[in-house]
């Protein structure tokens, strides 16, 4: 298979499950004892939130295109960033490199489609949600996405950067995520995008309202898809 190149770290708790997927979903296709063909950059998250949070996006990009193709050069034949937010700055990604960056969103939209549902909502952080990167190329794609409400997406925000990246999963969050995950199905959601990385180290698929699409799964599946087909 194609060696995948993992820009991780943003953070680190989401980038633990994509090891897990991707060599989970080798063993299953491969059998045996196989396993991914991996390259992990993990950067500091902490950096990258002081850029995320002063609006220095022009920053993030450049900083994540060297990591990227520090990845190429060590023999990366793809590229997956590990988080929904900073696919804000792909095209700076792509901009530094020769290889094919695999989008989260391209394998989320099919799996959408696929399910045959109309209208579904969208769990992000305040960037993701109230952003164009993300929910014009979902569109594109024919998928027609809604979005929290202010206080709500307030709330999701703060769970997300607060809490599940520091490891901590309280149950009143998961409460509040699940309320939350309600309203959007009083106004016409059919199911839920969980469009941050960290949302399904809160809540399983068993615990929402809503038929759920994990981006992070859906990512992981289709970056092994692609390194097997290649």
Not at 216 to 228: C, K, P
């Amino acid at each position: 298979m194609k060696t995948l190149g993992l820009l991780g770290g943003m953070s680190w708790e989401s980038t633990l499950p994509y090891y897990r997927l991707l060599n989970e979903a080798v063993r299953d296709r491969c059998g045996g004892l196989h396993s991914a063909r991996l390259l992990l950059s993990s950067v500091d998250f902490a950096d990258l939130e002081i850029m995320m949070r002063t609006n220095r996006w022009d920053d993030a990009g450049a900083f994540l295109g060297r990591e990227a193709a520090l990845l190429e050069r060590a023999g990366a034949e793809a590229i997956l960033l590990c988080t929904n937010t900073l696919h804000k700055v792909a095209p700076a990604i792509e901009a530094a490199l020769s290889i094919p960056l695999l989008h989260i969103v391209d394998p989320t939209a099919a799996a959408i489609r696929g399910a045959g549902l109309g209208r579904v909502g969208l769990l992000a952080t305040r960037f993701t949600m109230e952003g164009d990167f993300y929910l014009a190329r979902l569109r594109q794609q024919g998928v027609d996405v809604i979005v929290p409400g202010e206080a709500d997406r307030l709330e999701a925000h703060r769970i997300i950067f607060e809490e599940l990246c520091l490891g901590k999963t309280p149950d009143a969050s998961r409460r509040t995520v699940q309320q939350i995950i309600g309203r959007l199905a009083d106004a016409g959601a059919a199911g839920v995008i969980f469009g941050c990385t960290e949302i399904s180290l809160l809540l399983e698929p068993k615990d929402s309202a809503l038929p759920v699409f994990d981006t992070t799964a859906l990512h992981a599946a289709y970056a092994v898809d692609w390194a097997l087909a290649n």
